[in-house]
């Protein structure tokens, strides 16, 4: 539950009594807000006092007489816009109630206008509104600074991560353009070969970074339509082949005749992909890679499993745990030369998602690892009427 403080400032007691008893027990939920918002409140009778308190806790929500003695309230209004900083909303009270009165507080500063005499209700409600808009607020400049921090981290990332191709691929080419290698071609054949490995690197990640934000911007088209994830699954095998058979790495296939299922084919296509190149890539020459597809039909909702079992270098526990974040790469001696962006499974869990499903692993060093994504019915995209809507009842 939130707290907002609430500064009311008034010459007349019983109006200041009146207020506070109207506000000390008012709970309110506010639909973007998971929880209640609740309310402190603190009394000022003169302008001088209401600043000092100001200064001393700054109030979330002001409620200000226009009449004060002493400074007036839109002398404390101008003195509160001249403190660059203060997020504080001002509710203007006042009996002398006219639509100059209004467009001056307004223009001063001032979120709201409260004619007095007024029923509980009426402050309840202006009170609603105001915390409604500056929870809003909070959340607003919240969200933006995360945005900022993300951006910021993930510049970061991508950054070093193309730092070391691309001076790789630099130091090459500059080594061929002034032919500072010998007079052997092949010496320069196998600096063009490492160049282009190098390149093959960044542009899979450039297609990985586009799956991602697709995938996290809402904005990727899906095309929902019945698949059969076995022939998904034999289309990746095909993928690898050259790879595997140069490695003489074996891929069996254990899976009934069909595996139907209502997915986005393209969507299936790149979780088997990232699954079945690692589980080749991460893999020791001579080794195997087991490709188990299931489905339990017997329930109201059917799941799909799809596991990749490897015999390869396999991870400890702890790098195990962040296998799925962004950027992560697990990097040591067995995978220094190996090439990756360190999002194809970020983006297998970020899928998974969409399927109402998950993924796991179980890995041991020296040993293999073995990858599991349990896939249901795709997650449909929210509509209008999905949205929650606004209550402002307390």
Same mark, same amino acid.
Do not use: W
């Given at each position: 539950?939130?707290?907002?403080?609430?500064?009311?400032?008034?010459?007349?007691?019983?109006?200041?009594? =009146?207020?506070?008893? #109207? %506000?000390?027990?008012?709970?309110?939920? @506010?639909?973007?807000?998971?929880?209640? !918002? +609740? $309310?402190?409140?603190?009394?000022?009778?003169?302008?001088?006092?209401?600043?000092?308190?100001?200064?001393?806790?700054?109030?979330?929500?002001?409620?200000?007489?226009?009449?004060?003695?002493?400074?007036?309230?839109?002398?404390?209004?101008?003195?509160?816009?001249?403190?660059?900083?203060?997020?504080?909303?001002?509710?203007?009270?006042?009996?002398?109630?006219?639509?100059?009165?209004?467009?001056?507080?307004?223009?001063?500063?001032?979120?709201?206008?409260?004619?007095?005499?007024?029923?509980?209700?009426?402050?309840?409600?202006?009170?609603?509104?105001? =915390?409604?808009?500056? #929870? %809003?607020?909070?959340?607003?400049?919240? @969200?933006?600074?995360?945005?900022?921090? !993300? +951006? $910021?981290?993930?510049?970061?990332?991508?950054?070093?991560?193309?730092?070391?191709?691309?001076?790789?691929?630099?130091?090459?080419?500059?080594?061929?353009?002034?032919?500072?290698?010998?007079?052997?071609?092949?010496?320069?054949?196998?600096?063009?070969?490492?160049?282009?490995?190098?390149?093959?690197?960044?542009?899979?990640?450039?297609?990985?970074?586009?799956?991602?934000?697709?995938?996290?911007?809402?904005?990727k088209k899906r095309d929902i339509t019945q698949i059969d994830v076995r022939d998904i699954a034999q289309l990746a095998i095909e993928g690898v082949a050259p790879d595997a058979d140069q490695r003489h790495i074996a891929i069996q296939l254990q899976a009934p005749q069909s595996v139907p299922m209502l997915a986005d084919s393209n969507e299936i296509e790149i979780i088997l992909n990232n699954l079945i190149s690692n589980a080749v890539k991460y893999n020791r020459d001579g080794g195997k890679v087991d490709i188990t597809l299931s489905q339990d039909t017997a329930t109201t909702s059917p799941r799909t499993t799809i596991q990749v079992a490897d015999t390869g270098i396999g991870?400890?526990?702890?790098?195990?745990?962040?296998?799925?974040?962004?950027?992560?790469?697990?990097?040591?001696?067995?995978?220094?030369?190996?090439?990756?962006?360190?999002?194809?499974?970020?983006?297998?869990?970020?899928?998974?998602?969409?399927?109402?499903?998950?993924?796991?692993?179980?890995?041991?060093?020296?040993?293999?690892?073995?990858?599991?994504?349990?896939?249901?019915?795709?997650?449909?995209?929210?509509?209008?009427?999905?949205?929650?809507?606004?209550?402002?009842?307390?």
């Amino acid at each position: 539950m939130e707290t907002l403080r609430i500064l009311a400032a008034d010459d007349e007691p019983g109006m200041l009594m =009146a207020v506070e008893r #109207v %506000l000390r027990s008012l709970t309110i939920r @506010l639909p973007d807000l998971n929880g209640d !918002v +609740r $309310f402190t409140i603190d009394t000022a009778a003169t302008g001088e006092d209401a600043l000092d308190k100001i200064h001393a806790q700054p109030p979330h929500i002001l409620l200000l007489d226009y009449k004060l003695p002493g400074i007036s309230g839109l002398d404390v209004l101008d003195r509160i816009a001249a403190e660059p900083g203060r997020d504080i909303l001002t509710i203007m009270m006042t009996a002398y109630a006219s639509l100059e009165t209004a467009v001056t507080a307004t223009k001063r500063g001032a979120y709201d206008f409260l004619a007095k005499p007024f029923t509980p209700d009426e402050l309840k409600n202006t009170v609603r509104k105001a =915390a409604a808009s500056l #929870v %809003l607020a909070q959340q607003a400049r919240k @969200l933006a600074e995360e945005k900022r921090q !993300v +951006r $910021f981290q993930f510049i970061s990332v991508l950054a070093h991560e193309l730092k070391a191709p691309l001076a790789a691929v630099e130091g090459y080419l500059r080594i061929i353009k002034g032919q500072t290698a010998g007079d052997d071609p092949a010496v320069y054949n196998r600096m063009l070969g490492r160049s282009l490995i190098r390149l093959e690197g960044m542009r899979k990640m450039i297609l990985d970074l586009l799956d991602l934000t697709h995938i996290e911007s809402g904005k990727k088209k899906r095309d929902i339509t019945q698949i059969d994830v076995r022939d998904i699954a034999q289309l990746a095998i095909e993928g690898v082949a050259p790879d595997a058979d140069q490695r003489h790495i074996a891929i069996q296939l254990q899976a009934p005749q069909s595996v139907p299922m209502l997915a986005d084919s393209n969507e299936i296509e790149i979780i088997l992909n990232n699954l079945i190149s690692n589980a080749v890539k991460y893999n020791r020459d001579g080794g195997k890679v087991d490709i188990t597809l299931s489905q339990d039909t017997a329930t109201t909702s059917p799941r799909t499993t799809i596991q990749v079992a490897d015999t390869g270098i396999g991870m400890t526990p702890d790098d195990a745990a962040r296998l799925f974040n962004d950027f992560v790469r697990i990097k040591n001696e067995k995978t220094v030369h190996i090439l990756g962006s360190g999002l194809g499974l970020s983006i297998v869990k970020k899928l998974a998602r969409l399927y109402d499903g998950d993924v796991a692993v179980a890995s041991e060093p020296d040993v293999g690892s073995t990858f599991t994504v349990v896939l249901g019915q795709p997650v449909p995209e929210p509509t209008p009427a999905d949205k929650p809507q606004d209550d402002h009842t307390a």
